[in-house]
């Protein structure tokens, strides 16, 4: 073993070599224009680069680093452009949003079974895999495609169901297999995408920039224009960071794609996951940006597996696409620099930026309390309204949940009848595994997938027609209820909509009161409720310490600490006479008095079950110097802060300030009998793995002014006329991302 490592080591070591001098060094310096940006290679390490438009001024400077490469960013699209170092580089282009090439480009790629390296249109390459259904090859084609596209392990060219449970490296990582398992086992074939900046394919990562945006367009329309690509038309799968990819590709309007299906998505980089309310996330967001980070590094030195192993092997692309690795754009360095959200780099790397200029039939699902991507994704699915072929699927539930048995056999009917073209039959081999499936993707019992309604159709159209026919939004109720036990994936009823917002909604209001109440009218009297903000009273995460890594199961670990005396505040109302359905955003309007100039907010929203128990259902945040709200976006239930550095402003001494808290969408159904509760605290305790950079310390007293003039209220967007449909409570800790605990009063009463 010990002389296999040094082997291994001694071509890792020259491969690195290989990647520092690189084939390009030895013909001399070269560059190329991307989307906004310039790239030289085969420089000199150390060397002084100037960047010259085509009048020959300079426009730029930069230094090649140890590879002998630079990146020049922000840079005008145009023609004539050179890099001046030793030596002066021939004229290139820097490439705009428009600058889509044209179909012969595309046809002129072939792609073979297995690994491939494809030139997009600035000449960088991108590795693509091309995994076939079991037992087939090429020539048994034309094959109904998908595209997942990602920046995880996603090209890695070994099989993932063969390397299931084993250690190889070259196998794609699970949170792939969505292309690279279940796919081809419903018998599409899948072209693995590899993102740029990571794993074996070229340029520098830097995530959801423009250049990586339009490289799905070309890894769309590369594909499409396959001989063994049924109808020259392609799909797109995948959940997470491979459903994400799909909405800035689908909005760059490919002609060739026929259809996206992305699961368990963000909106907003910034707003969303990164800086909830304003407030830095510094627990899951953090981690996973410097995971993404590490998987940048140059291989072998660094980087993801596959990458490694092929560097190590001798492969003369992979170690040459590593040579702009240096260049990657390091995100938490841009995150920590951008408190504010600061349009320039959030704009572009906004999913809801695209989604309006999504034209292709889309079929969507997440979970209100992802504990990854959290649930603010919904507030942006209004974009897609005026695409006629959008179905959205909301539940509660976890960041795996979007491939449960209540979606599955949907998701699979949605990519034949729009991709393949064909009456959708899920294998009878795929039936039978969906018990080890759910085993192996959540360790947690499920419901049973179901057959197609179609499997028995013969005509597509007139199946694609009943499709055409389903309820827009799909609202799955009481996800981890069903009779496969507590937890267990699977709703156990239904709402069906036609619109994203519901037009149905209607917002109730309940006033803050004395004593904790929470009370449909507004109290004459005027009052105030007290807390210390103290980041410290409570536990920073649910699943934090003991149970982390449990997201998953039917029965998580969760430490959901009740209010600590005195460092929040709580406000329940009566018990309901009858159900109340949320479905969308909501809002806490707060008259906010604090001993800070600044303060952090967090707002929970839960249900107090005639039991004694109570289950959490949503949060909401937001830094109140961050108050300042849109205009143009904003609602009486959907407060919508702009986040802007020139909005911001100190909360005035001594005086009350309305500070209107974002809740972050959901659907939940509260019974008859259960009572609405609603609480304010300092940030941090209320979710699986978000964490909270937050400006508390413990030292701040907020005060919450009570009617009267100033009179705090939750407007919730309640669906008008909607029920449970009688279906009875479900268990304690029943309901998938709902922990449940003992409720206990806060201070104030309530």
């Known amino acids: 073993m010990r002389i296999r490592s040094l082997v291994i080591g001694s071509v890792a070591a020259l491969a690195l070599a290989a990647v520092a001098a690189g084939p390009a060094s030895a013909a001399g310096m070269t560059a190329g224009g991307s989307i906004g940006q310039a790239y030289v290679l085969g420089a000199k390490s150390g060397q002084s680069l100037s960047l010259l438009n085509a009048r020959g001024r300079t426009v730029a400077k930069g230094k090649a680093d140890r590879f002998g490469s630079f990146i020049f960013q922000n840079i005008a699209a145009g023609s004539g452009y050179k890099v001046r170092g030793a030596s002066t580089t021939r004229p290139f282009k820097v490439l705009n949003t428009k600058s889509n090439p044209p179909a012969a480009f595309f046809r002129g790629i072939k792609l073979k079974q297995g690994l491939n390296y494809v030139k997009v249109r600035d000449g960088l390459e991108i590795a693509m895999t091309v995994r076939l259904p079991g037992g087939k090859t090429l020539a048994d084609g034309p094959f109904p495609t998908l595209i997942e596209y990602s920046g995880y ?64 367009y070309d890894a769309v329309e590369t594909v499409a224009a396959q001989s063994w690509v049924k109808g020259h038309k392609v799909g797109m799968a995948g959940i997470s960071f491979s459903g994400i990819t799909q909405l800035f590709t689908a909005g760059t309007q490919p002609p060739h794609l026929a259809a996206i299906s992305p699961m368990s998505v963000t909106d907003d980089t910034y707003t969303a996951t990164g800086y909830p309310g304003g407030i830095n996330n510094s627990g899951f967001a953090l981690s996973w940006v410097k995971e993404r980070m590490e998987d940048a590094r140059p291989a072998p030195e660094g980087g993801q597996p596959w990458a490694k192993a092929l560097v190590a092997a001798g492969d003369k692309h992979c170690i040459a696409n590593q040579k ?23 704009d572009q790397r906004s999913p809801a930026a695209w989604m309006s200029k999504i034209k292709v039939p889309t079929f969507l699902i997440g979970q209100s309390q992802d504990e990854q991507t959290g649930g603010h994704f919904a507030d942006s699915l209004g974009q897609l ?46 039936l039978a595994l969906s018990d080890q499936l759910y085993t192996l993707l959540a360790d947690a019992p499920a419901a049973k997938v179901l057959q197609s309604r179609f499997a028995s159709m013969t005509n597509v159209g007139a199946a694609r027609a009943i499709f055409k026919k389903d309820p827009r939004v799909r609202l799955l109720m009481d996800n981890g209820a069903g009779p496969q036990g507590l937890g267990s994936i699977g709703a156990t009823w239904e709402l069906g909509y036609n619109a994203w917002p519901i037009r149905e909604v209607r917002p109730a209001t309940y006033f803050l009161g004395a004593d904790g109440a929470l009370i449909p009218t507004k109290p004459s ?7 210390t903000a103290d980041p410290a009273a409570r536990p920073r995460q649910t699943l934090y310490g003991i149970g982390a890594g449990d997201d998953w199961k039917a029965q998580p670990r969760y430490h959901w600490a009740p209010l600590a005396p005195g460092k929040g505040v709580g406000f329940t109302t009566a018990a309901l006479g009858q159900d109340l359905i949320l479905a969308g955003p909501s809002s806490l309007d707060l008259y906010l008095k604090s001993s ?13 079950r005639p039991d004694g128990q109570e289950t959490y259902v949503q949060n909401g945040w937001l830094r109140a110097s961050h108050r300042k709200l849109s205009a143009k976006r904003s ?14 402003a100190w909360l005035p001494r001594g005086a009350f300030t309305l500070v209107r808290v974002p809740i972050f969408p959901v ?10 509760r609603v609480t304010v605290q300092a940030a941090g305790g209320d979710r699986p793995i978000w964490r909270f950079k937050t400006v508390d310390d413990g030292s701040t007293l907020n005060t919450i002014a009570l009617g009267g003039a100033r009179a705090s209220k939750l407007v919730l967007s309640a669906v008008g006329g909607a029920t449970a449909k009688g279906t009875p409570l479900p268990a304690p800790t029943a309901l998938r991302g709902e922990p449940t605990r003992d409720y206990v009063a806060a201070s104030n009463g309530g």
């Not at 005027?526 to 807390?531: D, F, K």
């Not at 800070?596 to 107090?608: N, Y």
């Open 596 to 608: 800070a100039k600044d303060t952090d907010l967090q707002v929970t929203l839960s249900e107090v």
């Open 153 to 216: 392990q996603t090209a890695a060219p070994h099989d993932l169901l063969s390397a299931l449970g084993q250690n190889d490296p070259l196998a794609p990582a699970s949170s792939t297999a969505v292309g690279s398992l279940i796919a081809p086992l419903l018998k599409f074939a899948v072209v693995s995408v590899q993102m740029r900046g990571s794993g074996c394919s070229g340029g520098a990562f830097d995530l959801f920039g423009l250049p990586t945006t339009f490289d799905g």
């Open 635 to 648: 609602t009486v239930v959907d407060p919508f802060p702009t986040h802007l550095k020139q909005d911001a």
């Open 525 to 531: 009297a005027s009052g105030s409720a007290s807390y």
């Open 667 to 676: 659907a939940h159904a509260f019974r008859a009998g259960s009572k609405i």
């Open 324 to 346: 702009l690795r240096l260049q990657t754009r390091d995100a938490v360095k841009v995150i920590d620099a951008n408190p504010f959200r600061t349009p320039a780099e959030f």
């Open 385 to 430: 309204a005026k695409n006629p072929n959008v179905w959205i699927t909301l539940q509660n539930g976890v960041h795996a949940d979007s491939l449960g048995p209540s979606t599955l056999t949907r998701w699979v009917e949605f990519l034949n009848l729009f991709v393949a073209d064909r009456i959708p039959k899920i294998p009878d081999s795929v």
